[in-house]
T-cell receptor, first 113, second 117 residues
Framework: EAGVVQSPRYKIIEKKQPVAFWCNPISGHNTLYWYRQNLGQGPELLIRYENEEAVDDSQLPKDRFSAERLKGVDSTLKIQPAELGDSAVYLC???????????FGPGTRLLVL | AQSVTQLGSHVSVSEGALVLLRCNYSSSVPPYLFWYVQYPNQGLQLLLKYTTGATLVKGINGFEAEFKKSETSFHLTKPSAHMSDAAEYFCAVNPSRYGSGTYKYIFGTGTRLKVLA
């Protein structure tokens, strides 16, 4: 079974530029999560999707961050414009609808210069 | 507010020695508890979890953890460390359950384990 796929793995951009991250969850997983992991910290939830509906986006900085999950499968997380403080690893995870276990992708490491 | 505390951001052990990584949580109700491992430049991999039932939980790679409600702890142990155990370990709790049946994690800040030859 293929795991959670994320791309790109690494991204370097200048501040004020836009950036987008893509996630393909495990097949059949209805729930998708985006996390941000700052250096030396644990992951922090940004947004959670149940199918195509964003059911928890309370931690998403909506002035510059946006996300979508069209058709309830793949998801894209966007930052526009990026700031220096956005440098972090962005992790995507998915879980089956009735399971408490989340499966994580390898993450996208973002560096904003 | 619920929280997770991992004591010791860095732990070093000799190869073959006991590994003990500490995790304490605060929650108004008994939570579900997890340990994840993260190798460099990789995502998080589930080591073990406690939901209900037996409080001593066995996971992959020889790790186990014991849920102690009275101490609000879920410490991770392994009898004999191996060089391949060097990684970062995260304790996580799920203090609430959404109506859909899926869960929201709160992660600790992580403990980096170093294994000395």
């Amino acid at each position: 079974e293929a795991g959670v796929v994320q791309s790109p793995r690494y991204k370097i951009i200048e501040k004020k530029q836009p950036v987008a991250f893509w996630c393909n969850p495990i097949s059949g997983h209805n729930t998708l999560y985006w996390y941000r992991q700052n250096l030396g910290q644990g992951p922090e939830l940004l947004i959670r999707y149940e199918n195509e509906e964003a059911v928890d986006d309370s931690q998403l900085p909506k002035d510059r961050f946006s996300a979508e999950r069209l058709k309830g499968v793949d998801s894209t997380l966007k930052i526009q414009p990026a700031e220096l403080g956005d440098s972090a690893v962005y992790l995507c995870a998915s879980s089956p609808g009735q399971s408490e276990t989340q499966y994580f992708g390898p993450g996208t490491r973002l560096l904003v210069l | 507010a619920q929280s997770v505390t991992q004591l010791g951001s860095h732990v070093s052990v000799s190869e073959g020695a006991l590994v003990l990584l500490r995790c304490n949580y605060s929650s108004s109700v008994p939570p579900y508890l997890f340990w994840y491992v993260q190798y460099p430049n990789q995502g998080l991999q589930l080591l073990l979890k406690y939901t209900t039932g037996a409080t001593l939980v066995k996971g992959i790679n020889g790790f186990e953890a014991e849920f102690k409600k009275s101490e609000t702890s879920f410490h991770l142990t392994k009898p004999s460390a191996h060089m391949s155990d060097a990684a970062e370990y995260f304790c996580a709790v799920n203090p609430s359950r959404y109506g859909s049946g899926t869960y929201k994690y709160i992660f600790g800040t992580g403990t980096r384990l170093k294994v000395l030859a």
